[in-house]
């Protein structure tokens, strides 16, 4: 079964700190990982995508980073801000058979930032 | 440019009864798909629409159902609601129904609370 782990669970931090989320996955082969911000009572909203070929990319304060051989990506906030306090998902899009296509979603990590 | 809305905001039910939620996609985008959000969970696929034609189906019952129509905008139909079929419903929007390049553009979700 495909499936993604995200750890820690939640985390808090102090506001101008940085962090880094985990995400570990088993889906193969996929196309792409996705990292997404989820504000409380709102849709969540795209940070990064990168492909397979790619090691790292980078969204202003956030930076992910791709391991394809040990099926591992980092999320790293700088500089947090309160704004940053949100849950942060992983998602892996699967490139063959049955998971063609399909996204696998991550259980999310709760971030707090606080002042 | 609206993004992805999706209506109402917030829905109670009573065990037994049907619901239908409803989507209308970002301009330019001609591929729905539905997610069911769990509080503290990842979203899980339910099902995406694209030519109003459901075209991949996650693992949910038949109790759901939905229906894209010519205008893209979609609809999400349970029947016979559970009470675990509480949680935030989200959908979500892209320009083609690869999902490989895409990015997914989501709306606020549904709140449907089932009592």
């Known amino acids: 079964k495909n499936q993604v782990e995200q750890s820690p669970q939640s985390l808090i931090i102090l506001e101008g700190k940085n962090c880094t989320l985990q995400?570990?996955?088993?889906?193969?082969?996929?196309?792409?990982l996705r990292w997404y911000k989820q504000d409380t009572g709102r849709g969540p909203v795209s940070l990064t995508i990168?492909?397979?070929?790619?090691n790292t990319k980078s969204n202003g304060r956030y930076t992910a980073t791709l391991d394809a051989d040990t099926k591992q990506s980092s999320l790293h906030i700088t500089a947090s801000q309160l704004s940053d306090s949100a849950s942060y998902i992983c998602?892996?899009?699967?490139?063959?058979?049955?998971?063609?296509?399909?996204?696998?979603f991550g259980q999310g990590t709760i971030l707090t930032v606080h002042p | 440019d609206a993004g992805v809305t999706q209506s109402p905001t917030h829905l109670i039910k009573t065990r037994g009864q049907q619901v239908t939620l409803r989507c209308s996609p970002k301009?330019?985008?001609?591929?729905v798909s539905w997610y069911q959000q769990a509080l503290g969970q990842g979203p899980q696929f339910i099902f995406q629409?694209?030519?109003?034609?459901?075209?991949q189906r996650g693992n949910f019952p038949d109790r759901f159902s939905g229906h894209q129509f010519p205008n893209y905008s979609s609809e999400l139909n349970v029947n016979a609601l559970l009470l675990g079929d509480s949680a935030l419903y989200l959908c979500?929007?892209?320009?083609?129904?690869?999902?490989?390049?895409?990015?997914?553009?989501f709306g606020n979700g549904t709140r449907l609370t089932v009592t």
């Open positions: 998602v892996v899009i699967g490139a063959g058979g049955t998971s063609y296509g399909k996204l696998t």
């Open positions: 301009s330019g985008h001609d591929t």
């Open positions: 979500a929007s892209s320009k083609d129904r690869s999902s490989y390049n895409s990015p997914l553009h």
């Open positions: 990168m492909t397979f070929s790619e």
């Open positions: 995400c570990n996955y088993t889906v193969s082969p996929f196309s792409n």
């Open positions: 629409y694209y030519e109003e034609e459901e075209r």
